[in-house]
């Protein structure tokens, strides 16, 4: 009834063409009524559906890698000995009382894990690079390799991934000499390998150690613009000389989910402490996404200067500038400023309890693996203690060598986007970065 005289109501003594304007004007009206409440129903469901969406997948790159489940495609065959290299290797069993005190099956020897499809790119290219590994040797550059004799079982390692510049030659015994994967941070790739051509011969040129692929994660925030950015077109100068090596960068989602990891892990904003990650930061959550299995060498757990107060072991295996001891300390207790090496380290501990990964050279004591609900490191006192007093605000971030002035002079900078800028207090999660393309 109500219908009835809505869209046809008593008109009394109307004429047609008055009883037809009439009639329209409330179908007008019912129809757009209508529409308005459906469209209101459309966007309360697309809102609902987007945050549901964005809190379930903002650390699903991090849950796939730490779970070993990438992008669902998972090979039974060989695992590849290098990416784009020689093939061989694979039938070694490797038991849980075997010197790389790896516990693997040989179904776990025939698995090998592919990437998510969204988590990499190659440069210019739409194209996503196709890596994977079976186990993994994640060298790092400390001199707990010298004299280790480790080299003839890191090459034995599907996959062999090492960091920046880090030479081989001369250290091969200790070291190994194979290479597929270097990873060098985003500032390294502009202030090493691009000035140096023995370095760029030994890396992407000598077929007895030139990598597979020079992966490029960038170590701080920046707005980018990938076809002018200095960095990708130094990757271009790189590759029209060494085509032979595939550039791979991150993807603008995994950029972002990177500050979002430090602050959900540690509950620091990286940009309030003026950090930046370490490109063994990136290296380590590069393996977890790659491989089925890693082996660390030359990595001290965050506990290791305390057993071994004199310790004199180099931060470098390569030169003796620096003792890892004192350098590590110097960066984990300045308030602001400087890589958190200790405190990313006790984020290693806690991924190394979710998969397959062992520490060599040295190894680590299970004191190491005492994971708690509650996140600490040594930097976290420092933190908490500046808080408290009042001296954070006033703390600066000096440089302390290693060319950090170059450095801070971006990590200082407000991040900016269209419309504003980024401020540093502003929590890491709250902030939705993109790249400019």
Not at 92 to 105: F, Q
Not at 335 to 363: C, D, I, Q, S
Not at 386 to 406: C, P, Q, R
Request: hydrophobic share 35%; with cysteine; glycine share 6%.
């Amino acid at each position: 009834m109500m219908m009835r005289l809505l869209f046809y109501p008593s008109t009394g003594n109307m004429v047609a063409p008055q009883k037809r304007l009439y009639r329209l004007t409330f179908l007008l009206l019912g129809y757009t009524l209508m529409a308005v409440c459906v469209a209101l129903l459309l966007v309360s469901h697309h809102h609902g559906y987007y945050a549901e969406s964005s809190e379930k997948g903002r650390f699903a790159w991090l849950t796939h890698a730490l779970r070993g489940e990438r992008s669902g495609t998972i090979s039974h065959t060989p695992a590849p000995k290098t990416l784009g290299g020689s093939q061989g290797g694979n039938t070694t069993t490797i038991g849980t009382n075997n010197a790389m005190g790896v516990a693997t099956t040989e179904e776990q020897q025939r698995t090998t894990i592919r990437p998510h499809s969204s988590d990499y790119i190659l440069l210019d290219s739409n194209k996503k690079p196709d890596i994977r590994c079976g186990r993994c040797a994640l060298v790092f550059s400390s001199g707990h390799l010298l004299h280790s004799g480790m080299g003839a079982e890191i090459d034995s390692a599907d996959c062999v991934i090492r960091q920046n510049t880090a030479t081989v030659l001369g250290y091969a015994k200790d070291v190994g000499r194979r290479t597929t994967v270097r990873v060098v941070g985003h500032v390294n790739l502009r202030r090493s390998l691009n000035r140096s051509p023995r370095v760029q011969e030994e890396i992407l040129h000598n077929p007895s150690s030139r990598i597979s692929t020079l992966y490029v994660p960038w170590l701080f925030w920046e707005n980018i613009n990938r076809t002018t950015d200095k960095i990708y077109k130094l990757a271009r100068s790189l590759r029209a000389r060494y085509p032979d090596v595939q550039y791979v960068f991150q993807n603008d989602e995994q950029m972002s989910q990177m500050e979002d990891l430090f602050l959900e892990q540690t509950g620091l904003n990286r940009s309030e402490i003026e950090t930046w990650f370490s490109t063994g930061f990136h290296s380590f959550l590069f393996a977890l996404d790659v491989c089925e299995s890693v082996v660390c060498y030359g990595l001290s757990d965050a506990d290791y200067c305390k057993r071994q107060p004199k310790s004199g072991v180099y931060y470098h295996y390569y030169e003796t500038k620096l003792l890892e001891c004192a350098y590590t300390k110097r960066r984990e207790t300045k308030v602001k400023g400087g890589h958190k090496f200790l405190t990313e380290r006790r984020m290693y501990a806690r991924w190394a309890a979710e998969r397959n990964v062992t520490f060599r050279v040295p190894e680590w004591p299970r004191s190491a693996f005492n994971i708690t609900a509650n996140f600490s490191s040594p930097y976290l006192s420092v933190y908490r203690k500046a808080k408290a007093d009042g001296t954070f605000d006033t703390a600066n971030a000096e440089s302390e060598g290693d060319n950090e002035l170059d450095i801070m002079v971006h990590v200082r900078q407000p991040i900016f986007r269209k419309g504003g800028k980024f401020k540093h207090k502003i929590p890491a999660r709250l902030i939705k970065r993109k790249t400019q393309h």
